[in-house]
């Protein structure tokens, strides 16, 4: 996971090696951790399969959500959709990175 968001300029994670990535957003981290070192964390838990679908969507504010598409894209990573503007007023992209979590991109752009 080395490497993930490192351009991510707003978020810069505070411990990274090449199965964890962890930031820190005010009282609350979130560890982005490979599915093989889950098991031992989450005991006696259970930890879901990549090919059980989706666990949690996290969302990424930028200023402009087709630039950000176009860094992904040079960097080898396929969009699972958008970039798109939602009835909601917001303009998304998602994308998979590679120990299966995924991400969205977002914008708002009305109201």
Excluded at 18 to 31: H, I, K, P, R, T
């Amino acid at each position: 996971m080395r490497g993930l968001c490192e351009r991510m300029e707003r978020f810069q994670a505070v411990y990274e090696d090449e199965v964890s990535s962890v930031f820190n957003f005010g009282n609350m981290s979130v560890n982005l951790l490979d599915i093989s070192e889950s098991h031992e964390l989450m005991k006696p838990g259970i930890v879901a399969t990549r090919e059980s679908g989706f666990r949690f969507l996290l969302t990424i504010w930028v200023d402009d959500v087709d630039e950000a598409c176009e860094e992904l894209k040079k960097r080898g990573v396929a969009l699972l959709n958008g970039p798109i503007d939602r009835p909601w007023g917001v303009r998304t992209a998602s994308f998979v990175d590679p120990a299966g979590h995924a991400w969205e991109i977002a914008k708002q752009i009305c109201c």
